[in-house]
């Protein structure tokens, strides 16, 4: 159990290399080869590694018995791969049929595939997309966050009075702050920065439509 503890990112960057080239290995076999059956054994794998990411970090956290910034990785990349992740697989399944289709020599998208990426040049349903991804992001930051404060406070109010008086985000240390830990702290600060970043910029299709076309 020590030698999993030390060498946890090892560990887990060795896992997240095995599942992309679980979705390399997937793509050439399925769509360059032309086993689709085959295919299902890599996709199958790449769940298995997810699912093997996730009790790494469950195991880890119970022998370490504090939240750190590897669990929130493992949380972010899980979380992910179940919600943003799918859609992304989709665009990526495209993208290796029409390249594969292209060596071939043969049109593997079919009409609906066609439809769907020209609907995807389309700024009015790009920032649609974003806006949902904007506000799926805010829910999850907000519980998050407020389970981070509600381990660092005693009561809602104690919460409440940290969002009215922000003078502990310049203090730059969590003893002032509504997190419970060092570490904690330095992920909800970095957090904050990434979520006002992406909120931004997420609501610029929207606002800006026209520049982004």
Known sequence: MNLLI???????????VLSLVALLLFGIIRYYLGHKQKSLVFILLFIVLLVIEAFLGIIIYQETGEFSTFQLIILIFVVYALTFGINDFRKLDRWMRKKFGDWRGVDLLTEKDYAIMERQNDPKYVAKVNRRSAMVHLIIFVIVQGYFWSLGTESFEDMVGYLTDLSWF???NYENSPYPSETLYSIGMLWIVI???DFIYSWSYTIFPNSKS
């Open 6 to 16: 030390e060498y946890q990112w090892e560990i887990f960057i060795s896992l997240e």
């Open 170 to 172: 310049e203090a730059g």
């Open 195 to 197: 979520f006002v970043i």
